[in-house]
């Protein structure tokens, strides 16, 4: 017997030790064209069903008074498509309605038909192709099956996927929006540093205008040095606190610098119609400019933004400085 086959060709096993029903049934089903195999006993018919078989022909006393527990057991350990197809073949008279050992027989192999002897060979082969249609049909719905799962796993990891991809975005969605919460607060803080230090840095110019002042009047007075020595100290203080201003302005701004090769002469020229509007029509404004300067690597926005501060604090201490004069 060839005992490597194919699990997806169709065979036969015959369990008939006794007289000539399996080499009978064997020829039948040749000539039919269904392969079959004679097995000896229950036990290699068990062996002949693992390796593949589509149904199982026994005879009704190759299974009386013997151990078919393990029979049973495989038959209740198939898997959820399979339901082995068993045809058995009783003594006249020996169906299911007249014969309790047949029930038995149906609880221990679960999906069987009975076919009594003597049978013709038409009904033979008929039930036997009929336990093969349904056998068939059982291996397509194992394979409908298993596309089935095979495509629920495949959908399930695209919305694993896709769901990765969402959390993705949310993440990078919050994100986005703290960094734009965060750039707003900047924004008002930049607001409010720059009001304060624009405001300041006038108030300093006028201390350090008032200062100079004092320092003048002092030297011309020839009055006390340590008193000089002190209004030297005060204008360090005041210039210090200018610069940490002017750092408080450029932080507001938080504009990005673009160096780049200017004419100075050029760039403060440019501006007078600016600064004009800018200060107002009683100041008069005039412009000295030196020839022969090397251009200046500088943002030229930074460079108009310093000159034009100067204009403004420059009209700003004066104003302030008018009373003491």
């Given at each position: 017997m060839n005992k490597q086959l194919s699990a997806q060709s169709e065979r036969a096993v015959i369990l008939a030790p006794r007289g000539r029903d399996a080499v009978i049934a064997k020829g039948i089903l040749r000539e039919a064209h269904v392969q079959s195999d004679i097995c000896v006993d229950l036990l290699e018919l068990l062996e002949e069903i693992k390796q593949g078989a589509d149904v199982a022909i026994?005879?009704?006393?190759?299974?009386?008074?013997?151990?078919?527990?393990?029979l049973a057991a495989w038959v209740g350990n198939q898997p959820p498509w399979s339901d082995l197809p068993y045809i058995v073949l009783t003594r006249?008279?020996?169906?299911?309605?007249?014969?309790?050992?047949?029930?038995?027989?149906?609880?221990?192999?679960?999906?069987?038909?009975f076919l009594e002897r003597p049978f013709h060979p038409t009904t033979l082969v008929s039930v036997v192709q009929t336990a093969l249609r349904g056998r068939r049909r059982q291996h397509e719905c194992r394979r409908l099956n298993e596309e089935l799962e095979l495509r629920?796993?495949?959908?399930?990891?695209?919305l694993a996927a896709a769901n990765r991809q969402l959390l993705a975005q949310i993440s990078e969605r919050e994100r986005v929006e703290s960094t734009l919460r965060q750039m707003q607060r900047l924004e008002a803080v930049g607001q409010l540093t720059s009001g304060v230090?624009?405001?300041?840095?006038?108030?300093?110019?006028?201390?350090?205008?008032?200062?100079?002042?004092?320092?003048?009047?002092l030297a011309v007075a020839g009055l006390d040095g340590k008193l000089v020595q002190r209004?030297?100290?005060?204008?360090?203080?005041?210039?210090?606190?200018a610069k940490l201003t002017d750092q408080l302005l450029s932080f507001s701004r938080r504009q990005r610098l673009e160096?780049?090769?200017?004419?100075?002469?050029?760039?403060?020229a440019g501006m007078r119609d600016l600064l004009q509007?800018?200060?107002?029509?009683?100041?008069?404004?005039g412009t000295r400019l030196s020839h022969g300067l090397w251009p200046a690597l500088a943002?030229?926005?930074?460079?108009?933004?310093?000159?034009?501060n100067l204009a403004i604090n420059g009209r700003d201490a004066w104003r302030w400085a008018a009373p003491w004069r």
């Open positions: 026994v005879t009704e006393e190759s299974i009386h008074d013997v151990d078919t527990r393990e006249h008279g020996g169906g299911l309605e007249r014969n309790p050992e047949a029930e038995q027989l149906t609880q221990t192999l679960g999906n069987v038909s629920v796993q495949e959908r399930t990891g695209e230090a624009h405001d300041f840095n006038n108030l300093l110019t006028v201390v350090l205008g008032n200062i100079v002042f004092l320092e003048k009047g209004l030297s100290y005060m204008r360090a203080a005041a210039e210090r606190g160096p780049r090769t200017i004419d100075l002469n050029e760039t403060v509007s800018t200060l107002g029509g009683s100041v008069r404004i943002d030229p926005t930074q460079l108009e933004l310093a000159v034009l």
